[in-house]
C-alpha cells in the first residue's frame, strides 16, 4: 500500500466515523499530524501500519446507510452547552482542517525534500560531488563512438549545470573539431536559469554546439516530442540563434531569456505522485547564428527528432525510496531505449555505507534510504526492456569502478575538538540531504539538539565528512 492509498482509506474512515483526520491519528498511533505527514511524503513503517488498520478493524465506522438511519430518528437536539465530543465533530474535507467542503488537498504539500533549494545549494556549494560526478562521466567518453553528423548527449537531469558543464569542456579537449548536440532535461526554473548562466563560455569555445533544454518527461524528453495530444498542443517551442562572438555577446543574449523563462517554465506538483510536472512543454534550442549553416543538420525541429544518443547522463535521476519498479519503468528504461549503436548510458546514484550514514543511522538507528543498488536495478531494466534490450550490455562492474567517493570541503584546522557552528550545520545539512531525510523527521531531530552531537561525534572519529556514489553503465552494442 502507498501513502496516498493509505490516505485516502483515512479520509473515507474519517468521514463515515465522523473524525477529524488530526483526532483519528492521535487514537490510532498517538500522532495527530499523521495525515499531513503523509501528504508531505513521510513513511511509516509496518508497525505503524498495523496499528491503524488495528484502530479500525476495533472501532468500525458505521456504513452511509446507517448514518442516515440514524439521523432520521435521532430527536434535534438543543443547542450544546460544552463542545461536542470528538465522535460528533464536523468533518473537514480532505484537504485538512480548514479547508471548504469539495476543495482538494493542497498538493504543494507533497513538494518532496529532495527539491528543497536552500539544503541542495548548500550541498552543492560544499561538497564534491559535482566534480567527481562530472570526472566519472567524463571517463566514458572514451567509450563512445559518434557518428556523423554530431556527438549526441543527453543529460537526465541538469541541475544547476555543474556536471553538464564540465563534461562539455571534456568533449571538447576529446572531439575538439566535431559539433555537439546536448539535450538537457530539467524542470525546475531555477536550475535552468543556473545552468544558463555557465554557457556563455560553452558556446564561444565550442561554436559548433546545439544546446535545448526542456522540462518534458524522462519518455518523452530525449525525442523533444509529447505523447499527450492535449499537451502536444500547447508546447512552446523557442529558438535563440546567439549573434556576435563573444562570450560577453552571449551572455547578454541569455540573460534576455528572463521573462520567456518566468512566464513559460513554471511547475506545479502531481495531485496523485507528489512530484513536480510542467505547466505546459517547453522546448529551448540554443545555438550560433555565425554557425547555422554547419549545424542545420543537428538542430532539432518542432515535431520530434532523432534520439540515438551517444552518451546519456543519469546522476541522481530519481529517490533513493522510490520503488524499484520506478527507477525500472519510469526513468531509466526510456533513457536506455534513446541510447544509438556504441552510445552508453551511465547511471549514478547514492550508495550509503561511508560516515554521512552514520550520522543519520545515530539518530535514526533503523533508517536505510539506500534501499535497491546498482545489481538490483540491473536486473529490473534488463526485465522491463524485454526483447528491446536484447543488443544492450548491462554492466554493474566491480565495487573498485563502480564506487567513487565524494568530500565535504573543509581546512585542516576545522576538524578538531572544538568544531565550528558552521562546519557542523554544513555536515548535517549534507547527511539529510543525501539521505534524503523528510523536514519533519530533521525537525524533530533538531527540537532536541541530538544531531548535533551525532555530527560532531563521527566528524572528529572520522576527521571530515565523505559520502560514496555507485554507477552503473547501460551500453547499445555497435552495428
Not at 336 to 354: T, Y
Not at 383 to 404: I, P, T, V
Not at 443 to 461: K, M, W
Amino acid at each position: 500500500m502507498n501513502a496516498q492509498q493509505l490516505l485516502q482509506e483515512i479520509s473515507d474512515y474519517c468521514r463515515q466515523a465522523g473524525l477529524a483526520e488530526s483526532t483519528f491519528g492521535r487514537r490510532a498511533v498517538n500522532d495527530g499530524k499523521l495525515a499531513s505527514r503523509l501528504r508531505n511524503g513521510g513513511r511509516i513503517t509496518t508497525d505503524t501500519l498495523d496499528r491503524i488498520h488495528g484502530f479500525m478493524a476495533a472501532h468500525p465506522a458505521p456504513s452511509e446507510r446507517q448514518i442516515v438511519i440514524e439521523r432520521a430518528h435521532a430527536p434535534r437536539p438543543a443547542a450544546p452547552a460544552i463542545a461536542p465530543s470528538p465522535a460528533h465533530v464536523p468533518v473537514p474535507a480532505a484537504g485538512g482542517p480548514g479547508t471548504p467542503p469539495g476543495k482538494p488537498a493542497d498538493p504543494q504539500k507533497n513538494f518532496r525534500f529532495f527539491d528543497n533549494r536552500q539544503k541542495y545549494l548548500l550541498f552543492v556549494n560544499t561538497c564534491s560531488e559535482k566534480w567527481e560526478v562530472a570526472h566519472r562521466v567524463s571517463e566514458e567518453l572514451a567509450h563512445i563512438h559518434p557518428r556523423p553528423p554530431a556527438v549526441r548527449v543527453f543529460d537526465a537531469g541538469v541541475g544547476d549545470g555543474s556536471v553538464l558543464t564540465r563534461v562539455m569542456r571534456a568533449m571538447h579537449d576529446r572531439f575538439t573539431h566535431m559539433p555537439f548536440y546536448i539535450v538537457g532535461k530539467e524542470i525546475s526554473l531555477e536550475d535552468v536559469r543556473l545552468t544558463l548562466q555557465k554557457m556563455s563560455d560553452r558556446f564561444f569555445e565550442h561554436p559548433a554546439t546545439v544546446l535545448v533544454l526542456t522540462n518534458l518527461a524522462y519518455a518523452d524528453a530525449p525525442w523533444l516530442a509529447v505523447k499527450s495530444l492535449t499537451a502536444a498542443s500547447s508546447l512552446v517551442w523557442h529558438e535563440l540563434p546567439l549573434t556576435g562572438n563573444s562570450a560577453h555577446r552571449f551572455e547578454e543574449q541569455i540573460i534576455g531569456l528572463e521573462p520567456f523563462l518566468a512566464e513559460n517554465w513554471k511547475a506545479g506538483v502531481s495531485a496523485r505522485t507528489g512530484n513536480p510536472v510542467y505547466e505546459r512543454p517547453v522546448v529551448l534550442v540554443i545555438y550560433r547564428e555565425d554557425h547555422r549553416f554547419l549545424l542545420d543538420p543537428i538542430i532539432p525541429k518542432p515535431g520530434g527528432t532523432m534520439a540515438e544518443y551517444d552518451l546519456v547522463i543519469a546522476s541522481q535521476p530519481y529517490r533513493a525510496r522510490a520503488s524499484l519498479e520506478f527507477k525500472a519503468k519510469r526513468v531509466i528504461a526510456p533513457l536506455a531505449k534513446a541510447l544509438g549503436p556504441g552510445g552508453r548510458l551511465i547511471a549514478i546514484h547514492s550508495h550509503g555505507q561511508d560516515p554521512g550514514m552514520e550520522i543519520i543511522q545515530r539518530v535514526w538507528p533503523e533508517d536505510n534510504p539506500f534501499i535497491h543498488d546498482r545489481h538490483q536495478i540491473l536486473k529490473a531494466v534488463k526485465q522491463e526492456l524485454g526483447a528491446a534490450g536484447r543488443d544492450m550490455n548491462f554492466n554493474a562492474y566491480a565495487d573498485n569502478r563502480a564506487l567513487f567517493r565524494y568530500d565535504m570541503h573543509t581546512l585542516p584546522s576545522e576538524i578538531s575538538e572544538s568544531i565550528g557552528t558552521s562546519t557542523l550545520f554544513a555536515a548535517w545539512n549534507a547527511a539529510i540531504y543525501v539521505a534524503q531525510v523528510e523536514d519533519h523527521r530533521v525537525s524533530e531531530a533538531a527540537a532536541d539538539g541530538r544531531y548535533i552531537e551525532a555530527t560532531r561525534s563521527v566528524l572528529q572519529e572520522r576527521g571530515g565528512l565523505w559520502f560514496y556514489d555507485e554507477s552503473y553503465v547501460i551500453s547499445r552494442r555497435r552495428d
